[in-house]
């Protein structure tokens, strides 16, 4: 079939052809090539031309010596964030953040859109969906001081709620036990409406005879969401998840910023955070760059892995 | 076909509009070199032809950053008057506070998009600055044009933004009051419990008990506190200055030697105490978290009138103050009084000193003539320049009843104006800052002796480049405040403090105590030698 | 073909569940506006404005009449539009070329869109190039480096694969090159991943601030974001910092200012998305793939 000849012409398009073969198809593809041009324009001037701008991480930045001129400490900066007395406290506590995140903004979403493709009634659906991204334009700014008023320890509701039964005042925000799910439930609520766009653009293009199908076959509801809908929009879904991958060290600096203070360091101070404390005192570019690039190290290399698992068991990747 | 239309016509639209909508230009407006200006990075004798017009370009961080505001076109008219020559004054204005930093450095980054003078609070890229020869000596232009600004600030000031070279790279732009807090307290509680005004540490707290345990606004209800404030330890610092400690700084013994204040053993009398009165619920349990993080949350809980007692601004005083507008609806028979400060078992006590540094400061980059610029500079130092674009004409935009400041005009009306668009440019906090009632003048001064037993105590370092401090501090301050706020809110027995001076050797303690000692010395003998250099080169010009 | 009654349960369930979750997603929303409309003079009592403290219109006047929201919505509304309009085009163009398996080199286009995904020159090599290139001041430098992103390709790419082949060969076999392929069958098609992504493209610029920081001098030039950022913290600056004792403004609340101007910025972006939602139709491809 049609799959079968791709695949053939990947493999001679990727194997170092006669030149023949290679003018013949950028001939053939010359439309995709033009196609391709403005924005990779954009891209290699825009992103590449600045790129030089990750050796900061290995210098000692002088803006006014520029690049060319500051001094070169190869890995010391490096070497410095790895050495931090707390270096495996606010690793761990990134890498557990963003986990919980990552997870949850994956999963929830997907069944919020599966329930919201269930809503019959036309006006209904349409305003709940766009009433429940509505957190997602909140700042964390303004959301953080909604949130501290409601977990306050004085008169927060939560607390106000204990007291009615009996119970005693915690202070939440200051409490290593709750602060990391304060993290993460306050994410879920404020993502997952928005999550639920891209999953609903996809369910929108799932072919309607296939449900038919279905139910044709004797499925009911769940059934044809797990057998119709789920593989349908399989392939969104792994890219998503391969792409959120982007993110598995960004645990969230404004909103831990914001909520966090001394009494929860030790759950809830983060690589992000921990820099930005450094900064304050120092103005060391070079070390937020340091910091930064080993974020995106280990963001490129789970992606990488990842993807290849993804195409080794037959689905198609980022590319 | 018409997907096709529709996409080209959205771009060719777009485009349209990108390219039609006018933009400034490149550059932006005002930070070159003006042409008109004479010979530029130089100390010599200005050579300036009096009738050519001077362009200046300013970085302006305060007020509503209006552009073309009449603000600006009445300090062009005083400048014009006061230097003979017509000026055009060009705002640069600076982003918000987190921005803040970025901007600054993308501006100085290039020849082109520096300011003349350029407004910036502390930092480390100063003396990269200097190193890079972008910022000019502004000592010659003072002696010859700066009489007013060396007559406002003191010699102490002035010795911090001193080079030992012999010269000036900066002055500075907002030197704070000498003390500007004080405890304040409730005393329409006091009276109602029966209390008197306290004056020691023992008084103190019983006062902040009773606050929270004897239902002082009588409402039957359990919700009141001894004690609120911001999660920073100057709201604490009633209790660590009653023992002579202040955590953030280096402090010096008796025994002539410094120590930083975070290890000093009075310092677990301090947190011990704290943890009793938390755990009693007289502290309020906002103050530990990122709960009152904000000064306006603070401020909403002065004026909601729950707590006691604070440590916080004498500006609470001006009745202009919005925390005490609302304070006055809220509790109408409510009544805050400032009190001197509460002294501990050894009778010592004292208010937070300012430092007299000043937290902002100006630099004259190297694309003007630094003649014209401190011209420029000494005019908006005058009293009546300053009040005139602080406040706008008396009669036309204030009045002063009784010699009370009232404003005559609302709001966004002076933001209109551009009233505060100069700020922070020379600031004076004296009798022109017509803002502070007498009562709140008053009180300013007072302040100036209570809070001095406590600024011969703290070491104020000059030094920018603290290597040690800089690589260290950083941990240790993580440290620190997650033992202390710990201790205070009982997570943590109060033998956490012992485990947190041990470690501080360990953590670089040792070579932070090291270069502090070294650094004080050095700056002992620079003061020596400022002394001479200021009693030749600034006295006579006064 | 009637619902069961498990069906019909599950649909009031449902329904009964969205509307709980409706009241509580709202609830952000709703305390911003209560909290906007409230009296600053109040406002300090707390509470969880289930309706305004007293009431008052100040923090709104304080927002409307700045001196430059009415450039900072023009700089964003431009912004925004042209941004919009070129990054969702260049966005599908560019994942569209490389959603060809056929296409050589594609692998390497592929990773050239991730890595930026994941690595980037840092603020000073980016100022400097705008600089360079004498588009300080310019909305080119608010609309052209953030036009398109690595993730929008790759989701809109995946979007672009899950189209049958069938329908462009058979296009081909009446002779249609690649162009009229992408713009008279693919992108019709593709109606809802074009207005998700142009969604997302627009929700960014609009809400964006620091390119105006990095890129404009001139505050003529600044996005609305950041002239409501200024706004909030001047407010804070003249009410809370002692010391600096510039204020004309000494019955204003820096919380109801906040809700104000979070309300005046988000409505305009928040009207979007309803009027896109016809195109997130069911079903478009009934009828045009057999069997």
Redesign the interface.
Known sequence: M?ASR??T??VH??SVASGRT?WK??A??R??????L???F??L??????????V?AFQDF???KG?KGSEWVGFDQFSRLFH???FYEILRNTVLISLYKLAASFSIPIILSL??N????VL?K??????????H???W??????I??F?????G?FNMIASQFGGA?T?Y??SSAYFRSILVLSDI?KEV?WGT??Y??????????LYEAARIDGA??GRQMWHVTLPAIR??II??VI?SL?NILEAGFQQVF?????????VG?IIDT?VY??G????N?SYA?AAG?FK?FV??VL?VSVNKLVKMSGQ?G?? | MKRKLSMTAMLVLALAVTACSGNSGNGGKGSEASPANSPQAGGDAATTKPAEPLNISMALMAGPKTPNSWAEKALEEELAAKLGRSVNVEPVFLPDWSELNTKINLLMSGKDTRPNILWTGDTKEYLKWVDADIVQDVTPSLQKYGKEIINYYTKDTLFYHWDPSGKMFRIPADVPEASYMTTIIRKDWLDKLGLQVPKTLDEYVEALRAFTKDDPDGNGKNDTYGLSGDNYYRSLLPFFYAYGVDVENFIRQDDGSIKFGSVMPEVKTVLELLQTLYKEGVIDPRMSTSANSSDQIVNDIYASGKAGSFYRFVDYFNPGNSAAVSFKKLNPNGEYISIDPIVGPSGFGSDQPDPGIGWCYLVITDTTNVDDAVQVLNTMATPETFKLFTFGKEGEHYEMKDGIFTPTIAPDEGSKLGLGNFGWYIQRKDAANIKNTPEVTALFESKKTTSQPMREKIVVFKALDRPEWDKYSADIKKERDETFWSIITGKKPASAFDEFVAKYEKMGGKQIDEEAAGLLDKQDEEHKQYEAWYSENIEPFK | MGLTRGEKAFSVLNYLFFTVLMIVMIYPFWYMVMGSLSDPIYVADGGFFLKPAGFSLSAYEAVLKNVSILTGFRVTFISTVGGTAIGTFLTATTAYAISKRRLRGRMVFAFLVLFTMLFNGGLVPSYLLIKELNMINTYWALILPAAIGAWNIFVMQSFFRGIPEELEEAAKMDGANDLTVFFRIVLPLSKAVLATIGLFIAVWYWNDFFSSVLYSTDKEMWQLQMVLKDLISNTSNAIAQAGISISYQSEVNEFTIKMASIIVSSVPILLVYPFLQKHFVKGALIGSVKG
């Open positions: 049609e791709e695949t012409a990947a398009s990727s290679l198809d950028l053939r593809d439309y995709l090539y033009l196609l391709l403005p924005g990779l954009l891209i001037l825009f992103r590449y031309a600045p790129m030089y701008g990750i900061i002088n803006i006014f690049v931090s007395p707390d329930l919201l269930e809503l019959k009634h209904f349409r305003v709940t969906q766009s009433i429940i991204y509505l957190p334009f909140v700042s700014v303004i959301f953080s001081g909604i501290i008023s977990l306050n320890p004085v008169d509701l005042k202070d925000l200051g609520y409406g766009i891209i609903l653009a996809a369910i929108s293009g799932v072919n309607a005879d009911n509801k392939p969104v890219i998503l792409l982007a914001l909520l966090y203070s001394p009494l929860v360091y030790d101070d921990y404390r450094v304050i005192q120092e103005a570019y760059t690039l995106s963001a490129m992606i198609d980022l590319w």
